[in-house]
Protein backbone atom coordinates (compact mmCIF):
# COMPACT_ATOMS: atom_id res chain seq x y z
CA UNK A 1 0.00 0.00 0.00
CA UNK A 2 1.34 3.67 -1.00
CA UNK A 3 0.18 6.68 1.25
CA UNK A 4 1.61 10.36 0.97
CA UNK A 5 2.28 12.10 4.79
CA UNK A 6 1.90 15.67 4.82
CA UNK A 7 4.09 17.17 8.01
CA UNK A 8 6.83 16.22 9.51
CA UNK A 9 5.94 17.33 13.22
CA UNK A 10 5.57 14.59 16.02
CA UNK A 11 2.21 13.11 14.16
CA UNK A 12 4.23 12.79 11.01
CA UNK A 13 7.21 11.22 12.33
CA UNK A 14 5.60 8.17 14.26
CA UNK A 15 3.17 7.78 11.75
CA UNK A 16 5.75 7.26 8.83
CA UNK A 17 8.34 5.27 10.84
CA UNK A 18 5.42 2.84 11.81
CA UNK A 19 3.90 2.39 8.56
CA UNK A 20 7.13 1.56 7.41
CA UNK A 21 7.62 -0.69 10.11
CA UNK A 22 4.82 -2.61 8.55
CA UNK A 23 6.13 -2.22 5.14
CA UNK A 24 3.95 0.23 3.57
CA UNK A 25 5.35 2.55 1.05
CA UNK A 26 5.07 5.73 2.10
CA UNK A 27 6.82 8.93 1.26
CA UNK A 28 6.75 12.54 3.65
CA UNK A 29 6.12 16.13 2.73
CA UNK A 30 7.21 18.71 4.43
CA UNK A 31 8.33 22.79 4.67
CA UNK A 32 11.33 22.35 6.77
CA UNK A 33 14.72 21.27 5.45
CA UNK A 34 16.02 20.82 8.28
CA UNK A 35 13.27 18.34 9.70
CA UNK A 36 13.31 16.92 5.76
CA UNK A 37 16.88 15.90 6.83
CA UNK A 38 16.44 14.68 9.98
CA UNK A 39 13.28 12.31 9.28
CA UNK A 40 15.26 11.32 6.07
CA UNK A 41 18.92 10.06 8.06
CA UNK A 42 16.24 8.55 11.01
CA UNK A 43 13.57 7.10 8.79
CA UNK A 44 15.55 6.15 5.86
CA UNK A 45 12.59 7.25 3.69
CA UNK A 46 11.73 9.21 0.96
CA UNK A 47 11.42 12.66 2.08
CA UNK A 48 9.80 15.86 -0.06
CA UNK A 49 11.38 19.08 0.57
CA UNK A 50 8.23 21.51 -0.62
CA UNK A 51 4.43 22.59 0.28
CA UNK A 52 2.23 20.03 0.37
CA UNK A 53 -0.74 22.11 -1.17
CA UNK A 54 1.28 22.56 -3.95
CA UNK A 55 0.20 20.11 -7.17
CA UNK A 56 3.82 19.75 -8.14
CA UNK A 57 5.05 18.88 -4.83
CA UNK A 58 2.45 15.95 -4.76
CA UNK A 59 2.71 14.89 -7.98
CA UNK A 60 6.83 14.63 -7.63
CA UNK A 61 6.08 12.75 -3.95
CA UNK A 62 3.89 10.31 -6.51
CA UNK A 63 0.20 11.19 -5.34
CA UNK A 64 -0.61 9.83 -8.38
CA UNK A 65 0.28 6.40 -7.44
CA UNK A 66 -1.20 6.88 -3.61
CA UNK A 67 -3.68 5.06 -2.02
CA UNK A 68 -4.25 7.29 0.52
CA UNK A 69 -3.37 10.81 1.86
CA UNK A 70 -2.70 11.60 5.42
CA UNK A 71 -2.42 15.58 5.96
CA UNK A 72 -1.37 15.68 9.52
CA UNK A 73 0.49 19.13 9.83
CA UNK A 74 -0.28 21.53 12.71
CA UNK A 75 -2.74 23.82 10.90
CA UNK A 76 -6.27 22.47 10.31
CA UNK A 77 -6.51 24.81 7.02
CA UNK A 78 -3.62 23.45 5.88
CA UNK A 79 -4.90 19.53 5.95
CA UNK A 80 -8.40 20.69 5.16
CA UNK A 81 -6.68 22.36 1.59
CA UNK A 82 -4.66 19.11 0.81
CA UNK A 83 -6.90 16.83 1.53
CA UNK A 84 -9.20 18.99 -0.94
CA UNK A 85 -6.90 18.70 -3.35
CA UNK A 86 -6.22 14.94 -3.40
CA UNK A 87 -9.65 14.43 -3.61
CA UNK A 88 -10.26 16.82 -6.56
CA UNK A 89 -7.22 17.43 -8.47
CA UNK A 90 -6.11 13.66 -8.08
CA UNK A 91 -8.61 11.60 -7.15
CA UNK A 92 -7.25 9.91 -4.43
CA UNK A 93 -10.61 7.84 -2.87
CA UNK A 94 -9.34 8.05 1.20
CA UNK A 95 -8.22 11.16 2.78
CA UNK A 96 -7.29 11.60 6.53
CA UNK A 97 -6.44 14.50 8.03
CA UNK A 98 -5.31 15.79 11.86
CA UNK A 99 -7.56 17.69 13.56
CA UNK A 100 -5.88 20.24 15.93
CA UNK A 101 -9.02 22.20 17.39
CA UNK A 102 -12.25 19.49 17.59
CA UNK A 103 -14.73 22.47 16.83
CA UNK A 104 -14.09 22.14 12.48
CA UNK A 105 -14.44 18.34 12.95
CA UNK A 106 -18.00 19.19 11.44
CA UNK A 107 -16.25 21.49 8.77
CA UNK A 108 -13.94 18.53 7.66
CA UNK A 109 -16.79 16.28 7.38
CA UNK A 110 -19.28 18.73 5.57
CA UNK A 111 -16.32 19.19 2.86
CA UNK A 112 -15.40 15.86 1.93
CA UNK A 113 -12.54 14.81 4.28
CA UNK A 114 -13.30 11.07 4.66
CA UNK A 115 -11.64 10.78 7.93
CA UNK A 116 -11.12 13.34 10.67
CA UNK A 117 -8.79 11.84 14.10
CA UNK A 118 -6.20 13.37 16.91
CA UNK A 119 -3.98 10.38 17.06
CA UNK A 120 -0.83 8.85 15.45
CA UNK A 121 -1.75 5.72 16.29
CA UNK A 122 -5.95 5.79 15.22
CA UNK A 123 -4.23 8.07 11.71
CA UNK A 124 -2.12 4.73 11.36
CA UNK A 125 -5.07 2.42 11.92
CA UNK A 126 -7.40 3.91 9.96
CA UNK A 127 -5.06 3.96 7.19
CA UNK A 128 -4.63 0.25 7.09
CA UNK A 129 -8.67 -0.19 8.33
CA UNK A 130 -9.24 1.36 4.35
CA UNK A 131 -7.63 -1.51 2.84
CA UNK A 132 -8.46 -4.33 5.55
CA UNK A 133 -5.03 -4.88 6.15
CA UNK A 134 -3.86 -7.06 9.22
CA UNK A 135 -6.52 -9.19 10.96
CA UNK A 136 -8.83 -6.56 12.82
CA UNK A 137 -11.06 -4.13 11.43
CA UNK A 138 -11.72 -0.41 13.38
CA UNK A 139 -15.37 -0.10 13.80
CA UNK A 140 -15.14 3.19 15.97
CA UNK A 141 -12.77 4.86 18.06
CA UNK A 142 -13.59 6.20 21.84
CA UNK A 143 -12.07 8.23 24.82
CA UNK A 144 -10.90 10.69 22.15
CA UNK A 145 -8.67 7.69 20.44
CA UNK A 146 -7.38 6.14 23.56
CA UNK A 147 -9.53 3.24 23.09
CA UNK A 148 -11.04 1.05 19.61
CA UNK A 149 -13.57 -1.16 19.20
CA UNK A 150 -12.49 -3.94 16.37
CA UNK A 151 -13.68 -6.81 14.41
CA UNK A 152 -11.83 -9.82 14.23
CA UNK A 153 -12.71 -12.30 11.86
CA UNK A 154 -11.61 -16.45 12.28
CA UNK A 155 -9.66 -17.98 9.57
CA UNK A 156 -8.42 -21.35 9.52
CA UNK A 157 -5.02 -20.65 10.67
CA UNK A 158 -6.52 -18.63 13.14
CA UNK A 159 -4.98 -19.30 16.93
CA UNK A 160 -8.48 -18.83 18.12
CA UNK A 161 -10.30 -21.03 16.26
CA UNK A 162 -11.60 -23.86 18.04
CA UNK A 163 -10.69 -22.52 21.30
CA UNK A 164 -12.89 -21.66 24.31
CA UNK A 165 -12.69 -18.10 25.43
CA UNK A 166 -11.13 -18.96 28.74
CA UNK A 167 -8.73 -20.12 27.04
CA UNK A 168 -7.63 -17.31 25.52
CA UNK A 169 -4.47 -15.13 26.56
CA UNK A 170 -5.41 -11.43 25.58
CA UNK A 171 -4.03 -8.12 27.46
CA UNK A 172 -6.08 -7.55 30.42
CA UNK A 173 -7.31 -4.25 29.27
CA UNK A 174 -9.26 -5.89 26.26
CA UNK A 175 -12.60 -7.55 26.54
CA UNK A 176 -14.74 -9.77 24.21
CA UNK A 177 -17.82 -8.22 23.60
CA UNK A 178 -19.60 -10.60 21.71
CA UNK A 179 -19.71 -13.00 18.35
CA UNK A 180 -20.99 -13.12 15.25
CA UNK A 181 -22.00 -16.53 13.68
CA UNK A 182 -24.33 -16.69 10.46
CA UNK A 183 -25.88 -13.00 10.87
CA UNK A 184 -26.60 -14.45 14.84
CA UNK A 185 -24.85 -12.87 18.07
CA UNK A 186 -23.47 -15.03 20.90
CA UNK A 187 -22.91 -13.11 24.25
CA UNK A 188 -19.25 -15.01 25.23
CA UNK A 189 -19.22 -16.60 28.39
CA UNK A 190 -15.78 -18.38 28.84
CA UNK A 191 -16.91 -21.99 27.78
CA UNK A 192 -18.62 -20.59 24.44
CA UNK A 193 -15.89 -21.94 22.18
CA UNK A 194 -14.60 -20.02 18.64
CA UNK A 195 -14.99 -20.77 15.64
CA UNK A 196 -13.75 -20.88 11.89
CA UNK A 197 -15.26 -17.53 10.05
CA UNK A 198 -16.63 -15.99 13.59
CA UNK A 199 -16.45 -12.00 13.79
CA UNK A 200 -15.42 -11.25 17.46
CA UNK A 201 -16.20 -8.14 18.41
CA UNK A 202 -13.53 -6.46 20.94
CA UNK A 203 -12.69 -3.30 23.05
CA UNK A 204 -9.16 -2.81 23.67
CA UNK A 205 -6.85 0.04 24.23
CA UNK A 206 -5.24 1.64 20.76
CA UNK A 207 -1.64 0.63 22.15
CA UNK A 208 -2.79 -2.86 22.64
CA UNK A 209 -4.38 -3.39 19.61
CA UNK A 210 -1.05 -5.69 18.29
CA UNK A 211 -0.94 -7.58 21.09
CA UNK A 212 -4.76 -8.37 19.93
CA UNK A 213 -3.13 -9.24 16.94
CA UNK A 214 -0.52 -11.36 17.32
CA UNK A 215 -2.72 -13.17 19.80
CA UNK A 216 -5.12 -14.02 16.97
CA UNK A 217 -2.41 -15.23 14.65
CA UNK A 218 0.66 -15.29 16.19
CA UNK A 219 3.84 -13.88 14.75
CA UNK A 220 2.64 -13.87 11.22
CA UNK A 221 1.99 -10.19 11.10
Same mark, same amino acid.
Given at each position: ?73 ? @??? +?? =????? &??? %??? /? !? ?43 ? @??? +?? =????? &??? %??? /? !? ?43 ? @? ?11 ? %???? !? ?5
Amino acid at each position: MRAIVVGGGKVGYYLVKTLKEKKHRVVLIEKDIKVCEKIAEDLQVDVICGDGSDVEVLKDAGIEEAEVVAAVTG @KDE +EN =LVICQ &MAK %VNF /K !INKTIARINNPKNTAIFKMLGVDKTVCSTQVICNSIEDEFDIGPL @KII +ET =LNKGE &MVL %VEA /K !IYNKSKWKNKAIEQIRMPKECVILSIIRNEEVIFPNGSVVIKEED @KVLIITNTDKKNE %VEKS !IIGNQI
